[in-house]
């Protein structure tokens, strides 16, 4: 019986198309076609009538390597966590590793468990690229990197912002397609800064004397809904509560009450 090539699966969104198939063409060179990469979205993996789900379940069985691409669109999309935790256990039980690979707007304090735990890669850095591909040859025992350069592979890959949201990345979830879409931490919390802690500052050292009640302001101890400050600033959801104690200590703030969905401040002074 002839025996069957190693499999990759390339867990991504449907919108993460044009990525998923630069990394099946890099891989399927740099092991001469001695592996059979599976990226569902990619044209020719999957046979004409073929079942979906059955393809998917069946090549994930089979992978023994998964490759996560983790981008503003598939952190939100269901499918790429049945897919993630349906390899796990295999993972812990040694028996096939998983690779965060992260597109540059995506930061690696971002993943949620549990890709956390694992070292995560960088699309948008080179070096990153060439060492998933490296550790990749050592998995498996065999590829050739000769001559392999991750900043050729960065120059081909697509900026984000150019990608075209795919109805069916709409279709499987929530998924944010407000205007925060690609800023990373540090612009997220500008915002929360320019947009929200900054105003409250200036009304009320400007208007200290209308502000008589603790709900009249955060400086007051006004109760902050993270999820409503999200909505009103049309931020990503969980902006607010992963970032907001954060930029209010600029403001001399500390948390005096906090739950899991809401919080109070103090002034330090």
Not at 105 to 128: D, V, Y
Request: neutral net charge.
């Amino acid at each position: 019986m002839k025996n069957e090539k190693p499999v990759i699966f390339v867990s991504h969104a449907a919108t993460d198309k044009p990525i998923a198939e630069i990394l099946k063409a890099e891989i399927d060179r740099v092991f001469a076609n001695g592996v059979h990469v599976f990226a569902s979205s990619v044209p020719g993996v999957m046979k004409p009538g073929s079942d979906w789900l059955n393809s998917v379940k069946e090549n994930l069985d089979k992978a023994k390597a998964v490759v996560v691409l983790m981008t503003p669109v598939s952190i939100n999309r269901p499918w790429i966590w049945f897919e993630v935790g349906a390899s796990w256990s295999k993972m812990t039980e040694g028996k096939g590793r998983i690779y965060p690979l992260c597109a540059p707007e995506i930061e690696f304090s971002e993943l949620p468990e549990p890709l956390s735990r694992l070292q995560a890669l960088s699309l948008g850095k080179a070096e990153h690229i060439k060492l998933f591909f490296q550790t990749l040859c050592d998995q498996f025992g065999f590829g050739n990197m000769k001559g392999f350069k991750g900043s050729a592979i960065k120059s081909r890959l697509p900026k984000y912002t150019e990608l075209k949201l795919d109805s069916k990345d709409l279709d499987t979830g929530t998924i944010y397609t407000g205007p925060y879409g690609v800023y990373s931490s540090d612009e997220l919390k500008e915002v929360l800064d320019e947009e929200y802690l900054y105003n409250e500052h200036h009304n009320y050292t400007k208007y200290s004397t209308l502000y008589k009640d603790r709900d009249s302001s955060v400086f007051m101890g006004k109760l902050v809904h993270y999820q409503k400050l999200d909505e009103r600033l049309e931020l990503p959801q969980g902006t607010a509560k992963k970032y907001l104690k954060e930029v209010a200590k600029r403001y001399d703030l500390e948390p005096y009450q906090e739950w899991e969905n809401s919080i109070r401040f103090a002034s330090r002074e």
